[in-house]
Nanobody, 124 residues
Framework: EVQLVESGGGSVQAGESLRLSCTAS????????VGWYRQAPGNECDLVSH???????YYADSVKGRFTISRDNAKDTVYLQMNSLKPEDTAVYYC??????????????????WGQGTQVTVSS
């Protein structure tokens, strides 16, 4: 059963923007931690950004200054605003609740355990 729904992906040109959304379908985030992850073909699953209950945020070095994570608790939705997209941002993006996933939990994220992910394709 899909627990999270990621949306907002698409095909864009380098330099353009997209906003991804992550909504819980069978539970509520209730302000808890949420992370965005991505996996490109042949690459590992990586944490892109994370937002904690207290509002603190984390960004991978590769997206700092370009991506912004935010949340709307009234809508129980977490967003990832992606600006100045680059071809190397091309990947399937997933969201997952909780602290940054590692090990087996990380593999499960990009295997679609929480949601089916949303494809982002950036062409040069």
């Amino acid at each position: 059963e899909v627990q999270l729904v990621e949306s907002g992906g698409g095909s864009v040109q380098a330099g353009e923007s997209l906003r991804l959304s992550c909504t819980a379908s069978v539970f509520t985030f209730d302000g808890s931690d949420v992370g965005w992850y991505r996996q490109a073909p042949g690459n590992e699953c990586d944490l892109v950004s994370h937002i904690s209950r207290d509002g603190s945020t984390y960004y991978a070095d590769s997206v700092k200054g370009r991506f912004t994570i935010s949340r709307d608790n009234a809508k129980d939705t977490v967003y990832l605003q992606m600006n100045s997209l680059k071809p190397e941002d091309t990947a399937v993006y997933y969201c997952a609740p909780g602290r940054p996933a590692t090990g087996r939990d990380l593999l499960r994220v990009c295997a679609g355990y929480w949601g089916q992910g949303t494809q982002v394709t950036v062409s040069s």
